[in-house]
T-cell receptor
């Protein structure tokens, strides 16, 4: 079974702080995706990383795919209350996506 | 912007009853999915559907579940005889050409 472990499970920080969340697996994935989910809504895609070592930036969010394509990280700079949500990583297995449990981020003003 | 729509947004049913959840995927997408998320737990894959047939299913997707694309737009998930543990958010998704999944807002199923 290919499991995606996300850490930390919960994170509560003050507005303006930086943070990093992690997604780790013992298996290699052809690509990893990061989604953000707000309560009562479906996950919304943030980014897809495909190449080992790849770094993608989306405004204040920086995503990195590990060299071995087994892990990924999401770094948020100067977090804002609007960043609050559940951040999910998902690895592609064949035609399907397997999700981690997510990191629940709360940014307090 | 095209989106995946799901109905109903919330359904309450008695144990043993049949439930049909409906989805309208993005019109030019070819792959469709159902996922579920039990409260506080992770998003779990149920089934994928391509070319009018199931392409893959998980062990959760047992004989009580079925999917159908009865016409060119709707994609349905049927649970024949609901159990308490079927209570969850059910998300439909369709897959874009870049491989990304576009999720609907979900249908919350509550089994009493």
């Amino acid at each position: 079974t290919q499991l995606l472990e996300q850490s930390p499970q919960f994170l509560s920080i003050q507005e303006g702080e930086n943070l990093t969340v992690y997604c780790n697996s013992s298996s290699v994935f052809s690509s990893l995706q990061w989604y953000r989910q707000e309560p009562g809504e479906g996950p919304v895609l943030l980014v897809t990383v495909v190449t080992g070592g790849e770094v993608k930036k989306l405004k204040r969010l920086t995503f990195q795919f590990g060299d071995a394509r087994k892990d990924s990280s999401l770094h948020i700079t100067a977090a804002q209350p609007g960043d609050t949500g559940l951040y999910l990583c998902a690895g592609r297995r064949g035609g399907n996506l397997i999700f981690g449990k997510g990191t629940k981020l709360s940014v307090k003003p | 912007e095209p989106e995946v729509t799901q109905t109903p947004s919330h359904q309450v049913t008695q144990m043993g009853q049949e439930v049909i959840l409906r989805c309208v995927p993005i019109s030019n997408h070819l792959y469709f999915y159902w996922y579920r998320q039990i409260l506080g737990q992770k998003v779990e894959f149920l089934v994928s559907f391509y070319n009018n047939e199931i392409s893959e299913k998980s062990e959760i997707f047992d004989d009580q579940f079925s999917v159908e694309r009865p016409d060119g737009s709707n994609f349905t998930l049927k649970i024949r005889s609901t159990k308490l543990e079927d209570s969850a958010m059910y998300f439909c998704a369709s897959r874009g050409y870049g491989g990304e999944l576009f999720f609907g807002e979900g249908s919350r199923l509550t089994v009493l």
